[in-house]
């Protein structure tokens, strides 16, 4: 079966300092792979989305960028945090797009609290 | 453009109780429609989904939905609530222009009262 691990589960960072969240997916091959965030326990906000090694697409300009170096591999990063960057955060993946109809897979989440 | 919208920030039933959570949708062509739910501090977990087929959807824990063509809606029910199920629950949407997206409702936060 496919699972999905996230980490660190919570990062305490002071403003400017750089960050690194990393997800890994295992038991499925080629997965579209994403980072979303999640603001004050609300809505979702789709920050990239990748859909191959070294592919990334950006949802929204910001002080954050992605990568994927290996194809179940997924990390966030930024080189300077800014106090904007807190909130949870959360990796997820689907199926490649020739399985139109799969769902999101979600892991535990990161919370990150910049001050 | 694909959306959903979930139209109610809070909805409190108490136990034993059938409860309602609504979202509509607004989509090109035909919708792929999910539920999930999240409890604090944890990832969405994945409830159940509509592609095609009957209307009613059947999925975890106990969990319907009913997909409203004409109404544009695909609300999730449960025939009698438990306190457990107290949690945020989210709609989205798969963008079928660009199976790589999935867009997500605000959230509906279900308090379930003994």
């Known amino acids: ?115 | 453009a694909q959306s959903v919208a979930q139209p109610e920030d809070q909805v409190n039933v108490a136990e034993g109780n059938p409860l309602t959570v609504k979202c509509t949708y607004s989509v090109s062509g035909n919708p792929y429609l999910f539920w999930y739910v999240q409890y604090p501090n944890r990832g969405l977990q994945f409830l159940l989904k509509y592609i095609t087929g009957d209307n009613l959807v059947k999925g975890s824990y106990g969990f319907e939905a009913e997909f409203n063509k004409s109404q544009t809606s695909f609300h999730l029910k449960k025939p009698s609530a438990l306190v457990s199920d107290s949690a945020l629950y989210f709609c989205a949407v798969r963008d079928l222009r660009n199976f790589n997206k999935f867009y997500f409702g605000s959230g509906t936060k279900l308090n379930v009262k003994p």
């Open chain 1, 1 to 115: 079966s496919q699972t999905i691990h996230q980490w660190p589960a919570t990062l305490v960072q002071p403003v400017g300092s750089p960050l690194s969240l990393e997800c890994t997916v295992e038991g499925t091959s080629n997965p579209n792979l994403y980072w979303y965030r999640q603001a004050a326990g609300r809505g979702l906000q789709l920050l990239f989305y990748s859909v191959g090694i070294g592919q990334i697409s950006s949802e929204v300009p910001q002080n954050l960028s992605a990568s994927r170096p290996q194809d179940r591999q997924f990390i966030l990063s930024s080189k300077k945090l800014l106090l904007s960057d807190s909130g949870f955060y959360l990796c997820a993946w689907s199926g490649s797009s020739g399985r139109a109809a799969g769902e999101l897979f979600f892991g535990e989440g990161s919370r990150l609290t910049v001050l």
